[in-house]
């Protein structure tokens, strides 16, 4: 499902791309988020959108932040630097981002 995560050379990419764009950097970037359909979504990143928080924790391990809940909002991040967002337990944005 997706093509195998590399969180800091996604982030490397990133932040090359910002380079060019602004020809000096104005910024770093920690995380990339994506929130959509399928076919729009990046090759970097397994599509995750729609999957519950239960489904979430079993593909990848226990988190380092958040904590399950059935109603609100939620983030829950993992060591590998993937990090959801759920809404009423099922995911609605996730991303990459540094992890300390």
């Not at 729009?40 to 990143?45: D, F, I, N, V």
């Amino acid at each position: 499902m997706g093509v195998q995560l590399d969180r800091f050379e996604a982030l490397r990419r990133a932040n090359r791309r910002l380079l060019a764009a602004n020809g000096e950097p104005e910024g770093v970037i920690w995380a990339i988020a994506y929130s959509g359909d399928e076919i729009s979504a990046p090759l970097e990143l397994p599509y995750l959108d729609e999957l519950s928080s239960v489904a979430i924790l079993q593909k990848y391990g226990p988190q380092i932040t958040g904590h399950l809940t059935l109603r609100g909002e939620m983030t829950f991040a993992f060591r590998n630097g993937v990090y959801v967002n759920t809404r009423d337990e099922k995911v609605y944005r996730y991303g990459i981002a540094a992890v300390p």
